[in-house]
């Protein structure tokens, strides 16, 4: 029995994994969890797994739900959510909260041995050296539920580390990836909400659109393979068929494909080196699909792509600092305070401003984040208020 | 090192390996090759890479390259081919030969401990059962040549066998697969030898127009890989770029990719479990290529396949018969004897004309193998005399 913290089990990766526990009740339980607001949906994930402990929101949350719920202890903030991680009954966290919000469990949860199934990139993107490192020296498994990231790991099982070549990541475009750039000034909020191949969250939603999303991918594929930011690429491929592919030296191509269906990847983190079966699968058929298309990504219509090559390369915070700005910028744009392309601009301006500390240690990162937050915040808050005049 | 007896050395397999092994002197070397017919590259051949024995397709070859070639030894027909693959300097033989010529030599290979490479998929057709039985006895590892089957053990590295589902081996659907099949009766051998995406031997060519090349795969591809004829798909997949596929329980495929290219599997099989840089790589990008398709494979167009998975299911001397018939009616056919369907008709007739045996031996497959050729060829021959009055 593999007993499982889920960080944002009221997500859509969390969702999706709490229906993969459901199905395989004698391999799997859920032995604590995290939510931030959905009370009624958490509700229900008490009753049907029965969990130790939860992590909610806010104290009121706890409070009220410790009342329905004698069973089960309930914390409030990122102390409940690490607390939900270290749990000492918990074999393996899986990350799927949204954001920088991650990192801090994640980490202690390496701290204390426990295996991570991250679905929360930001963890990589804005420390991806020191999780590594510590992952290193915990002997701790780090297995991506990321698609693509899945994907790269499934191809490299096996194979000679030594003679691959490159990871080349798909990206089906986003919600805009049939627009032109000058047409995304004045995009709405639910345009972008409407990705043409994956049912997910608003803010990656939104990430995709920018092409934000597949930078925080290229990076955190950096770190958890360990292979050179020149060696990785981007590939357009609409139909989300084809999940990632690797190259060998020897020419080979391997590749992962799929239905649209988070619950795979999931299920391969949890069972893994083994595969389980898949209940209730998706129908997956390549000759009903027919067709796969794929086409080199345009730099200049999604400059934040190259920008996370930029400060991939740059290491250090940069990358710190490209998804601070991006989370603020983001859910700027989907309170409909900022416009679509504003995003790109404060990520820009975020980057371009900061300047990279000497001997750059963990807790620094920590600070930069959250400096980066308030810095765009600002810029943010002081343009509505020139505006409003 | 690994030394290596390249059977076939003068074929389109035999040459990508010369090419291969040409490119890698410090990894690779040929002790011993078997050619038929082609004297001059023969020669060449043997003043290149200077090997310690040959086999020839006939006496007087032999004797007069032994004159020319005073370091090498020479011998003719099957007992040259027999030696050259069990000569003690060698580690591994390479099967390229066409036919079910091949097969002696690879059971003695395998009898003499040494690894097979199997390009000659006839032997695992003709006598599946006994060759996998001898190479675990021997602990002899057989690694496939074919593109499909190398993508599927490439596929296979690392991954939990039990988990498996499905192999899906994609057919290009050879010269006439733009042709219905009322088309078909009268198309020319010159027509036939037009392969839309490979360059092959002749034989092979026929044998991917009429489909049972892709039969004979599928037979293969159930002994080497050790999986149910109904667990094996065949997927039309005209651009030849996914070579082929696997699917697993969880509901993931994983898919192996390159340019039509035999000296990719070729180095593969002879570098594995590692991956080696292949000197003079063809080119090859996916956003390049844009669009891969895929379609069911219509049974009633391909009669062979279909049947191919009927003696497969049906096992012992059947797949034999098929594959015995097969090579005497391709021939016939390549001589300008037969008409293009007459192919399929000789060896439809001939497997539902045999009959099994009970407490079926090795030593008599290689007698209904015999048996089968003279059937095929008297009726040949009848039809001849009949239609010359």
Chains 1, 2 share one sequence.
Not at 108 to 133: F, P, R, S, Y
Not at 217 to 227: G, N
Not at 299 to 310: D, G, H, Q, S, V
Not at 365 to 371: F, H, N, Q
Request: proline letters at 3%; one cysteine or more; glycine letters at 6%.
């Amino acid at each position: 029995m593999k007993k499982i913290s889920l960080l944002g089990a009221t997500g859509s990766i969390g969702t999706s994994t709490l229906d993969v526990i459901e199905n395989n009740p004698e391999v799997f339980s859920l032995v604590s969890f995290s939510f931030y607001k959905n009370m009624d949906l958490a509700r229900r994930i008490i009753q049907k797994f029965q969990p130790v402990f939860v992590a909610c929101g806010d104290v009121e949350q706890a409070a009220e739900l410790a009342t329905e719920f004698p069973n089960t202890s309930f914390r409030a903030g990122v102390d409940g959510l690490v607390e939900a991680a270290i749990h000492p009954e918990v074999d393996v966290v899986l990350t799927a909260v949204t954001g920088s919000i991650g990192f801090r469990p994640t980490i202690e949860a390496i701290d204390h041995g426990k295996e991570i199934c991250l679905a929360n990139k930001e963890t990589l993107v804005m420390a991806g050296q020191w999780v590594m490192q510590k992952a290193k020296e915990k002997q701790v498994s780090i297995l991506p539920v990321d698609s693509e990231h899945s994907a790269i790991f499934q191809c490299l099982q096996g194979q000679d580390k030594a003679g691959l070549r490159k990871l080349i990541i798909t990206a089906s475009g986003g919600s805009f990836r049939e627009k032109k750039r000058e047409e995304l000034a004045n995009v709405t909020v639910k345009e972008a909400l409407i990705h043409p191949n994956w049912s997910m969250g608003r803010k990656i939603t939104i990430d995709s659109s920018t092409m934000v999303n597949k930078g925080l991918e290229v990076i955190e594929a950096h770190w958890l393979f360990d292979v050179d930011y020149d060696d990785i690429e981007v590939v357009l491929h609409k139909e989300s068929i084809v999940h990632s592919m690797v190259t060998f030296e020897d020419g080979a191509m391997l590749a992962q494909l799929g239905p649209s269906d988070m619950r795979e990847p999931i299920l391969y983190a949890l069972s893994y080196p083994k595969r389980m079966k898949m209940v209730g699968e998706k129908h997956f058929s390549l000759p009903e699909i027919g067709t796969l298309h794929f086409e080199t990504l345009d730099e200049e219509r999604f400059p934040m792509l190259a920008l996370a090559f930029k400060v991939g390369k740059l290491g250090g915070s940069f990358p710190t600092v490209y998804n601070a700005a991006n989370e603020i910028a983001a859910n700027a744009f989907l309170e409909g305070r900022i416009h679509y392309l504003d995003i790109e601009s404060y990520i820009t301006k975020a980057v371009e401003s900061h300047e990279e500390i000497e001997d750059l240690q963990l807790e620094d990162i920590v600070k930069i984040d959250e400096a980066t937050r308030t810095l765009v915040s600002s810029w943010i808050l002081e343009k509505e208020r020139i505006c409003k005049r």
